[in-house]
Each structure stands twice: as structure tokens, then as C-alpha cells.
């Protein structure tokens, strides 16, 4: 063959020279009709295959393809429609049976039909696109008895009836089902999805409605989730044993929307039973329950979110503005933690921990915190009791849990700045009157505070600790130093590095003859030693102890050391009036009025006796050395600097001294902004100033503007000309 | 009357380089002349008294609001002071070397000052005007009233009525700066009134203002 030519070789059938026999085609037919006959009657096992196969390759062959086919859907016709005849006479539950008997031997006869006619399957069916023989058999079966008018909807309602019994409780025969289904899915996807699924699904769905209906009526909240988890593991259990794999989804959908969905509110509301009910009882079980069926529901968790974001914000409401828990501030702080901890726990056991929730959680924290505006006090006063007498039974892990909940609220705070001022203030009283249980404590919770709020918080704070280990080896050393008489006081100096403590600068009083001796001693012995300082005597801020015999007995008194100076006057006389007395110690007069009150009108502290016996203390008292105190204790403390809840008059200074403070860092805040961005809008600045701040507390816009103006008086900034919303920095 | 006016401007051209013309310096001549009348002798400048006696003799209380707009003509810098030379550029400008001529200039000094153009610039000088010291920088309460009434009474009656007694009324500033007093010009330009419906707190007005329209808006 030469490879120049292009046309392929063509091979001719070989034509066999048969005489046309003009009833070649009905005999062949009769033979294929027989077979097909007996095949139906379970009598396929004496048919000769290669015979069959053979008589319907030569029909097509011969051109006859056509008509093999057309009559072999009428004989597919006919002997289905004669079946369904006898299928409708079945009796009841019979006639799924029958149903499904007849649909196995339509499937065994089709294999063995198509086997026959596969010839023409493959050739004269491909060519003219006709539906296969095995597909024609489907298809004849689905339109013929499955959409036969009796046939289709017996079949549906008996499918139903079945699957409504088992609802109720009865045991069906599963395996029926499941052929059944499996026919309508070979008949085709769309069979069973419109002869079956639809149907099946409308169903449930009133027959869920009702049922949801009835149960709530009669259910409480978690007895109505438990039917309805049933209820979902029960459907998908049935999908999956006899219905087609994407039917599970649909259904367990059906449940979900007409038991969870439609009720949804009803359920998470229930008075009594509800949600809120459930977080108050602790219910784990069924909240956990309710977590895990609202997962599946549009809405669901955002629904149970803001239930309890409410509910948390409500009660925490009203803890934080009672009167009655606004009286002990450390009993109020722990209530606090103790409703963290309570909803930390439901929150780690029933929504496995869900972050959307723990910060809903924050939120509402973070929202009624600040509604009490002691509330930074109050964290202070109950990190001072607990670094005062160490929590009950603990040791050092559980004190580092307790203070790392509280750093929790802490974060909440709003006005950080606020704590600040005060856990400096009972820091100091803590540290000066060596009243700490655990330095080590103390150390930690500061390092918490840096770690949160960075080193500018916490570096005064620092210097506190710094200065009392000097003072303690400046004090060694003085006494290493000096020579001469030790009968006298000793005495124990703290020296406070000014700026660091938050004291008040108060004049000192008269101190005792007995005292100057030694202060002054170790004033110069440190001014010696320490070029350029200045030391001022804090009176208000000491104490002292101090041996004292009455009625016989020897007690030793641990008293402020205002106190010291007003009982020393007695050793030289037995009574004295109230101006006498503020005249020789020079005390303010405040002070001095609570002094006294403390060493005459309290019972069993009573070193003084008043007269007139009033519990005020007023200009015309006379005080006297009362021979007649007892006490069964030897050591007896008569007033400590404890730190306690301030007053309203105290409180009202705190809060100015905060104010205060805060301008100084606006405006430093407004400045570092207008210097780099050079020039702003007004309500850019607002933003801005705010954002900067917020970690220490939160701006008033109206104090900003004010500092803003301020600032334009100073000439730091100025209104742009044109643009009277926008300033410009000055450099 | 010489019309020296119409004089001196054909030959001010000449004037420029040839050195002031006759009629030119018999002007300032006279305006001299007006001046010591008025001016403390020892000092060499008018004093507030002298003042007082050059507005009799106008016939303007020393209080009118048309002396502040002669003052600012005249660019004084220091309230109840009049240099010999602030007094020549005034005089000079309004082209008057007589009382008499003075008192007529005042109508178009008036209207001068009250286009929006001049009234930018008088506006602000009048509150420089009433600084008393060198390195003060605000002016207190009760002479800020006084002067608001004076500059914008007249154009912005209801206004300039409401915010004094609130000025009087409040207690929180005690003095008003110049960017609060720019503030009230402001004011009554832009907002209505008494609707104050365009009146929007969050767009920068100093705090006194929206103290102001917050009192307004609660009565």
C-alpha cells in the first residue's frame, strides 16, 4: 500500500444471500415473545441464550430493528399493565410485598432480556438514540404501575401510613422500606423525589407542627429539648436505614425548623423553664442540650446570646446599684467574681468554650461594672483585704488564681486610672503599716498591673517597695552608727521618696520631748549621709508602741502616733482640756477630734476617760488618764491606719484629684496627636484623643473640647481660617 | 468751605514727588492744631479726658459705638489713648481737620465699618481694643457684655439679648478669649435664630456656645 493514499481502506460487510422470508419477522418474534413470556414465569432456565441472542442479532441485521423494538415495548406494555391488574386486587399490607416481588422479577427479566437483545442495544439503539432496553424497562415500569392512577397513590399513602406508625412507636418491617424507597431511586432521582421525598416531607412537616404544638403546651423548656433530640437522632436513624442519604438532611431540617425554629422564642423565654432559668439553676445538662439543637438553627446561638447577655447585664445591674451590697465593698467585689466564675463554668461545660459567647460575657461585664462608679475603689479594697490577711486555706497558686479573677474586672474597668489612685493609696497604708501577708503577693499583683497596663502604671508603685528595703538598711546602719545612751525610744524611720507615695503634706505636730531626742538624731545622721535632701516628718502617718501601767497592770499600747502624742501629755498631769491638749500637739483639729474620740469613746479602748461622757467630742471636754481601763489582753492596739471605704467627702476629693490629673493627659494626648497629623477635625480628634486614652479611662468629649479650647488660648493650636472645624497645630 | 479735599487729590500725583502742596499741609496743619486742643500737654497725648471733651464737642457720648470705630480707623493700640499720630492717619483718612468735618464723616465711617469686608477686621480690633494689660488675653464678662452690645446690638438685637443675659447668668468662665468672642460673630452669621435649628454640637464651636444653645433650648 502506497502511503500517498489518503482514503481509508474500506471494508464491506459480507452480505449474506438470504432469501427474504416475508415471515422471517414474525417467526423470529414469536420465538423472542415465548422467551420473554417464560422468562416472566420464572421458566428462563430452558431458554437457549445463543439461540435468542443470535434470532434478535439477525432481526436487526435484517433492517427489522424498528419493529423489534416497537414490539418489544408493547409486549413490556401488555404484561405490565396485566400485572398491575392484579397488584390493585392485593390486599393491604400485602400489597407492598407483591409490589416489591413483582419489581424483583421486572429486574431479573429485564438483565436477562437486555442480555437477548443486546445486539440491538448496542447498535441500532445507539444510532437512533433510543432509550436502552434495560432503561425502557425502568421506564415502562415507573409510568406504568408505580404512576398508575390506583397503583401511585396507594403505594405513597401505604409508605406513609408505615412511616407515621413507627413514629408513634410501632415496629415495621424496615426492610419492605427500603426496598420500596430503593425502587423509586433506581426508577430515577426524580421519581424518588417527587413520588416519595416531596410527599414525605410535607407530612412530617404537619405532622412535626402538631406535634411541636402539643409538646409545648404541655413541657416545660428542657423536657420539650429532650423530645426534640429524640425526636432528630430518631428521623436521621430512619433516613439512614431506609431512604436515600440526602433525605437526612432534609428531614432532620423539617424537625428543626418545625420544633426549634418556629418556637424558638417561646422556648428561650419560658418563664420558669426558660434559659435564663437554666443559667440561674445551673442547669449544665440542658443547657448544653439547648447549645447543641439551637446550633442547627438560623438565629439560634445569636437568639441564646443576647438572652444572656440581657440577663447578665440585669442581674449584674442590679448587684452593682443595690444600697445593701454597696456597704461591704470586699463582700460586693467577691459576688462578683462569683457570678464570673458561674458563668465561666457554664460557658467552658455547655457551650464548649464558644468565644462568641465568653466575649458576649465580657461585654455585659464590662457594661455594668461601670455603672457603680466605685467599683475601681472596691477592686482595690478587695485586693487590699486579701493581701492583708492571705485567702482562707490557700497557698501560693490559689492566690495567684484569685488575683489573676480579679485582674479579669480589673480589665473591665473603664476608669483604671481611678484604681490606680486608690491601690496606691491602700498600697501605702499596707506597706507603712507592715500589714502585708505575702510580700511575694504583692510583687505578683504588681507585675499583673504592668503586664496590663505597661511600665508607667506601675514604676511609683515599684518605687514604694524600693523605698522601704532603704529605709530598712538606712536603718541598720543608723543604729550600727550612733553611740551613747540606748535607754531611750528607739525608733523605726521609713523614708518616702516624695512623688512616689501618695500622701498628703501635712504639717508635723509637737512630737514628745522623749521622741525629738532620737528624730533628731537620726535627722542628722541621714542628712549626713544623704547631701541636698530635705526630710519632713509625716505624723500623720506613724505608729508607736508604748508601755503604759493601769490600775497596776502593764500593758503595752500600739497607737497612731497622734495618739502617742496626746497620751504622753498625761505623764505629766492627770487631766487636761481639748484645747490644751490641740495647743501642746498642734494636730489638726480634724484629726486630733478622731483621735481623741478613738482613746475616750471607744469601749475597751478607753486609755482616756472624757467628761461629759458624749460620744462627740467638743471644745469645753476635759480629758483624763483613766486609772481604771482593763483589758484582758497585754498588747493592746488602739487604732490602726486600715484602709478603709472613704467617706463622701473623701470620695468627692479623690474624684477632683482624678479629674485633675486626667487634663494634664488630654491635653498631652490632643498635642501628640495635632503634632503628627498637623491638622484635624474636630470630630477626628475626639476619636482619636479617646482611643489613646482608653486604657487608662474614658474621655468625656466635652472635658476634651475644653482642653482644646484651652490649648487655643495657649496658642498651641488655632482654628484653621477658612475651615472652622478643623485645627492647626502651631509648632 | 475750601474744597481742599478735591485739591490735594488732582495734584497728589504731583504731591508724591514734589513734597506735600500747600493745601496738603495746611491740612495737616490744622489737624495738628485740632490735636493739641485735646492732648495733655505734659504727655503729648489725648487722654481719656481729652477724650471725653472731643466727644462733647462732637457730640457723641464717649460710650457710642462710632468713637470705637474712629478708634479703630485711627489704629489706636491703646484704649483711651490717642497718639499724634494715630489721630493724623484717622483724620487724615476720613479727610477732616474740623469738628465739624469729623462729625459729618461719621455716617460713612458707619457704613464703612459695617461692610462685611471691614467688619471682619473692626470686629476682632474692637476686643483687642478693651485689653487692659500687655499680656492679658481675655476680657471679663461683664465688659465683654458691654461691648457686644456696642459692635453687634444694633445688626443682631435678639441675639446679642439672649446671650448676655446668659453670660450674665452662667458662672462657669469668668473671662471671654478672643476665640470665644470670634465664636459669637460666628454665631450670629450663621445660626438662626430663634429656631437654632442648624445649630450642630458636634461641629466645633467653643463650649461656651453650646452651653449657650443648650440653655436656649431648655427654656
Partial sequence: MSSQKKRATKVEPLKHRTDVDPKFFDKSWKKLDDAIREIYNHNASGLSFEELYRTA????????????????????????????????????????????????????????????????????????????VFDLGLELWRDIVVRSPKIHGRLLDTLLELINRERMGDVINRGLMRNSTKMLMDLGPSVYRDDFEKPFLEVSESFYSVESQQFIECCDCGEYLEKVQKRLAEE????????????????????????????????????????VNMLIDDKHEDLTRMYNLFKRVPDGHSTIRSVMTSHVKETGKALVTDPERLKDPVDFIQRLLNEKDKYDKTISVSFSNDKTFQNALNSSFE????????????????????????????????????????????????????????????????????????????????????????????????????????????MQSFYANISGDTDGPTISVQILTTGSWPTQPCAPCNLPPEITDISEKFRAYYLGTHNGRR??????????????????????????????????????TDGMTYSDIEQATAIPRAELKRCLQSLACVKGKNVLRKEPMSKDISQGDTFYYNDKFTSKLVKVKIGTVVAQKETEPEKMETRQRVEEDRKPQIEAAIVRIMKSRRVLDHNSIITEVTKQLQSRFLANPVAIKKRIESLIEREFLERDKVDRKMYRYLA | MRRSSKKSSSSSAAAATAGPTRGVSKEIERIDQLFCTYADS?????????????????????????????????????????????????????????????????????????????????????????????????????????????????????????????????????????????????????????????YDSDLAWPLILDNFVEWLREK
Fill in chain 1, 236 to 275: 436521621l436513624e430512619r433516613a439512614s436505614q431506609y431512604m436515600d442519604a440526602k433525605t437526612a438532611d432534609k428531614i432532620t431540617g423539617v424537625v428543626e425548623t418545625e420544633m426549634l425554629s418556629i418556637h424558638m422564642q417561646r422556648l428561650i423565654l419560658m418563664e420558669n423553664s426558660g434559659l
Fill in chain 2, 42 to 198: 505734659s504727655s503729648s497725648v489725648i487722654d481719656p479726658e481729652g477724650i471725653e471733651m472731643l466727644c462733647s464737642h462732637l457730640e457723641v457720648p464717649h460710650t457710642d459705638v462710632r468713637i470705637l470705630m474712629l478708634a479703630w480707623k485711627m489704629g489706636c493700640e491703646k484704649q483711651g489713648y490717642f497718639t499724634l499720630d494715630e489721630w493724623r492717619t484717622g483724620l487724615k483718612a476720613l479727610r477732616a481737620d474740623s469738628i465739624s468735618k469729623l462729625k459729618k464723616a461719621f455716617p460713612e465711617l458707619v457704613q464703612e465699618v459695617t461692610r462685611p469686608s471691614n467688619f471682619q477686621d473692626f470686629y476682632p480690633y474692637a476686643f483687642r481694643y478693651c485689653l487692659t494689660e500687655d499680656k492679658k488675653k481675655c476680657i471679663e464678662i461683664p465688659v465683654a457684655c458691654e461691648l457686644l452690645n456696642l459692635v453687634l446690638g444694633l445688626q443682631f438685637h435678639p441675639q446679642v439679648d439672649k446671650l448676655i443675659n446668659y453670660l450674665k447668668y452662667q458662672n462657669e468662665y469668668k473671662v471671654i478669649n478672643m476665640d470665644q468672642w470670634m465664636g459669637f460673630l460666628r454665631f450670629c452669621n450663621e445660626i438662626n435664630f430663634p429656631s437654632l435649628d442648624n
Fill in chain 1, 367 to 474: 457594661y455594668f461594672i461601670n455603672l457603680n462608679n466605685r467599683s475601681p475603689e472596691f477592686i482595690s479594697l478587695y485586693v487590699d483585704d486579701k493581701l492583708r490577711k492571705g485567702v482562707k486555706g490557700a497557698n501560693e497558686e490559689d492566690v495567684e488564681t484569685v488575683l489573676d479573677k480579679v485582674m479579669m474586672l480589673f480589665r473591665y474597668l473603664q476608669e483604671k486610672d481611678v484604681f490606680e489612685k486608690y491601690y496606691k493609696q491602700h498600697l501605702a497604708k499596707r506597706l507603712l503599716s507592715g500589714k502585708t501577708t505575702s510580700d511575694e503577693a504583692e510583687r505578683s499583683m504588681l507585675v499583673k498591673l504592668k503586664t496590663e497596663c505597661g511600665y508607667q502604671f506601675t514604676s511609683k508603685l515599684e518605687g514604694m517597695f524600693t523605698d522601704l528595703k532603704t529605709s530598712q538598711d538606712t
Fill in chain 1, 535 to 572: 526630710l519632713t516628718w509625716q505624723t500623720n502617718m506613724g505608729n508607736a508602741d508604748i508601755k503604759a501601767t493601769f490600775a497596776g497592770r502593764r500593758h503595752e499600747l500600739n497607737v497612731s502616733t497622734y495618739q502617742m502624742c496626746v497620751l504622753m501629755l498625761f505623764n505629766s
Fill in chain 1, 57 to 132: 442479532y439477525n432481526l436487526v441485521l435484517h433492517k427489522h430493528g424498528m419493529k423489534l423494538y416497537d414490539k418489544l415495548v408493547e409486549k413490556l406494555k401488555g404484561h405490565l399493565e396485566e400485572m398491575c391488574r392484579s397488584l390493585e386486587d392485593a390486599q393491604g399490607c400485602l400489597f407492598l410485598e407483591e409490589l416489591q416481588i413483582r419489581w424483583d422479577d421486572h429486574n431479573k427479566a429485564l438483565q436477562m432480556i437486555r442480555d437477548i437483545l443486546m445486539y440491538m442495544d448496542r447498535t441500532f439503539i445507539t444510532t437512533l438514540k433510543k432509550t436502552p
